[in-house]
């Protein structure tokens, strides 16, 4: 059963859920020579990869753009991730090497809620809060590369990442692909995360994304869902390390649906924009759930999230 707490001050509500925060446990990094300690430092410092966290980890609850009218009536939700292992197992050989890097989050979805509908969503009136725990993995790889410097900590570099990919254990909606339209026409289509490198240097076709301030960005997305209403599909992003407060969060709008006989397979779109955030490197992330994990206090938290990393300039 969940806990239901009752406050009478709005502020005294929020004032606790800032009281959460991301910190990092535990460290295991495998390999098979001592070159061990040179990947943990290059993945640690890397900021394709690093800028993951800020917007994976929402900290508290979020405003958001969309509505929801179901038995509870969310008027700000967000999920506080916390890292509590990273595991990063290394193949290589003389000259290159591939990374798996996996970290497992403890996670609370917060719903900031009312149990009655709002008669105006701009002056909902916040009553009670839901507090859901769920655990999460993220997975990704990270190909390195030798290159014969003398110092030993500058003896490899990344060469390429692949997207995040996570979620819970059970997923009763699932991203199936996500394509992402730039500002000058080219779309980047995704259908294995894990599967689609981000390459560093200059002449190789995929790259990570550089967008100018104020520009905006398509991202439709597909799922296939058990459900035949809406799912709860959000994106975040604008967040740097240390900078979470330029966060934002925004629910996708449903294009279409079509039931195949056992699923609904569904599009659903968002665009964002930065206008005033700082420039950067970032991650837009992905997050699918079942709306009963936010609109039903006692269906438990089922998420699968993918991520994008970007620069803003």
Not at 107 to 114: E, F, H, K, P, Q
Not at 117 to 145: A, G, Y
């Amino acid at each position: 059963m969940l806990l239901f707490k009752k406050i009478s001050q709005t502020a005294f509500l929020f004032a606790f859920m800032f009281s959460f925060f991301a910190c990092q446990e535990k460290d295991n990094i495998v390999s098979p020579d001592s070159n061990g300690s040179v990947f943990k430092q290059l993945v640690e410092s890397d900021e394709d990869i690093t800028s993951f966290e800020p917007n994976y980890n929402e900290e508290d609850a979020m405003s958001f753009l969309g509505k929801l009218s179901k038995t509870v009536y969310p008027v700000k939700i967000g999920q506080n991730m916390k890292l509590v292992s990273r595991d990063l197992q290394i193949d290589s050989s003389q000259e290159t090497a591939v990374g798996v890097l996996t970290e497992t989050f403890d996670g609370r979805l917060i719903i900031a809620a009312s149990f009655t509908e709002p008669t105006n969503p701009m002056f909902s009136k916040v009553d009670t809060v839901v507090f859901k725990n769920f655990t999460t993995t993220v997975t990704r790889k990270i190909k390195f590369e030798k290159t014969n410097s003398s110092v030993s900590k500058r003896n490899w570099r990344i060469t390429s990442v692949s997207l995040p990919e996570g979620g819970t254990s059970n997923q009763s909606v699932e991203i199936t692909k996500m394509t992402v339209t730039l500002p000058n026409g080219d779309t980047i289509d995704v259908t294995s995360p894990n599967d689609y490198w981000l390459d560093r240097f200059p002449g190789i076709r995929h790259q990570i994304p550089v967008i100018n301030r104020g520009q905006g960005v398509k991202l439709t997305v597909e799922v296939k869902s058990l459900f035949d209403g809406e799912d709860f599909i959000t994106l975040t992003f604008g967040a740097i390390r240390g900078q979470g407060h330029h966060r934002t969060k925004a629910r996708f709008e449903l294009v279409s649906s079509e039931f195949d006989g056992t699923y609904y397979n569904k599009v659903y779109t968002q665009t964002w924009n930065e206008v005033m955030q700082p420039m950067g490197h970032k991650h837009a992330i992905v997050n699918a759930l079942p709306m009963s994990s936010v609109n039903d206090s006692d269906s438990p938290v089922e998420e699968n999230s993918w991520g994008m990393p970007y620069i803003i300039k």
